[in-house]
């Protein structure tokens, strides 16, 4: 049993051009971020810090995210249709590190506005413990969108469908119109619910009594910049429309048209994310900087210099 698309295939060359465009710049991004993830790891002081720990929950997240788009760009160039099981695996992987974002971006508003608003309790509210458990709940909530799809589609399609061929598209594999639907609320749901959080961290710490202190101006602009991510990450839940809505106009270009809409929602976006803490934030610059230029160890730590002459 064969499951296939009605997709059509690009020229050799142009496959061959998407694709190292693709890969450069997704693996340029992974680069960056896995910087900032060694950094992240070769200090303590991050360790303890719940806006670290959460900052770098985001970029892992895309670190997934577009390691799994080459995979998957790739493979389908290369071999067109993929087995069912690998793909929905692969799929539901994409998915829910992508529904994680907005999530993650919600709970850092609120580590924003804790330690503006209540900086004398925010050692005790926003500790280790309780930052993973947030973390292991967005992931749950995340996993509340993919998971009903999976239980779906093994209830109702035969064993011999999970080892048949399709061109790896999450419209291809979750077929049911019903769980577009249900995509569609949950998506908005969270939507809404990211949102009143973000406007509801930024108005409280623009009108806290602290507000004209700098560390208030900061985190405000912090906040900004997460709406702006959020922005960003909307723009995948109209991927589909965009790419319908432009393919019906230019059928010649449907191709195309899927790949820039895909490189740009998918791939552009991830720039973002090592620019609002791995080099905006101070602290996390320093250490950035040490990691990249290991002359500048040497000139804050000279006796360990001296000591390794020895």
């Given at each position: 049993m064969n499951v296939t698309s009605t997709v059509t295939r690009d020229s050799v060359s142009v496959a061959i051009a998407k694709n190292v465009i693709t890969v450069?710049?997704?693996?340029?991004?992974?680069?960056?971020?896995?910087?900032?993830?060694?950094?992240f790891r070769q200090h303590q002081v991050f360790h303890m810090n719940s806006r670290y720990i959460l900052y770098i929950h985001l970029v892992l997240n895309d670190i997934i995210m577009l390691a799994l788009t080459i995979l998957l760009q790739?493979?389908?160039?290369?071999?067109?249709?993929?087995?069912?099981?690998f793909c929905i695996v692969m799929l539901m992987v994409a998915v829910s590190?992508?529904?994680?974002?907005?999530?993650?971006?919600?709970?850092?508003?609120?580590?924003?506005?804790?330690?503006i608003c209540f900086p004398l309790r925010h050692p005790q509210i926003c500790?280790?413990?309780?930052t993973c458990v947030a973390i292991a709940v967005i992931w749950f909530l995340s996993s509340l969108t993919v998971l009903p799809d999976l239980f779906v589609v093994l209830a109702t399609r035969p064993a011999e469908y999970f080892h048949s061929r399709v061109f790896c598209m999450w419209a291809n594999v979750f077929t049911d119109p019903q769980l577009e639907k249900k995509r569609d609320v949950s998506n908005i749901l969270y939507l809404v619910l990211v949102w009143l959080t973000l406007f509801f961290s930024y108005f409280r710490i623009l009108f806290t009594a602290q507000a004209a202190s700098a560390n208030a101006k900061k985190a405000r602009n912090t906040v900004l910049l997460h709406g702006f991510q959020l922005l960003l990450c909307m723009l995948s839940y109209v991927h589909n429309i965009m790419v319908q809505g432009l393919s019906s106009l230019f059928p010649k270009d449907a191709l195309a048209i899927r790949y820039v809409i895909?490189?740009?929602?998918?791939?552009?976006?991830r720039l973002i994310s090592p620019?609002?803490?791995?080099?905006?934030?101070?602290?996390?610059?320093?250490y950035l900087k040490q990691c990249l230029l290991p002359s500048t160890n040497s000139n804050i730590h000279p006796e360990k210099t001296e000591k390794s002459k020895i």
């Open positions: 450069v710049l997704s693996l340029a991004v992974i680069g960056v971020n896995g910087t900032l993830v060694h950094t790739v493979l389908s160039y290369i071999l067109f249709t993929l087995n069912v099981s590190s992508n529904l994680n974002n907005p999530l993650t971006l919600a709970a850092m508003a609120l580590e924003c506005y804790l330690a500790t280790v413990r309780k895909t490189l740009l929602i998918q791939v552009m976006p620019m609002v803490y791995g080099i905006r934030d101070k602290m996390f610059r320093k």
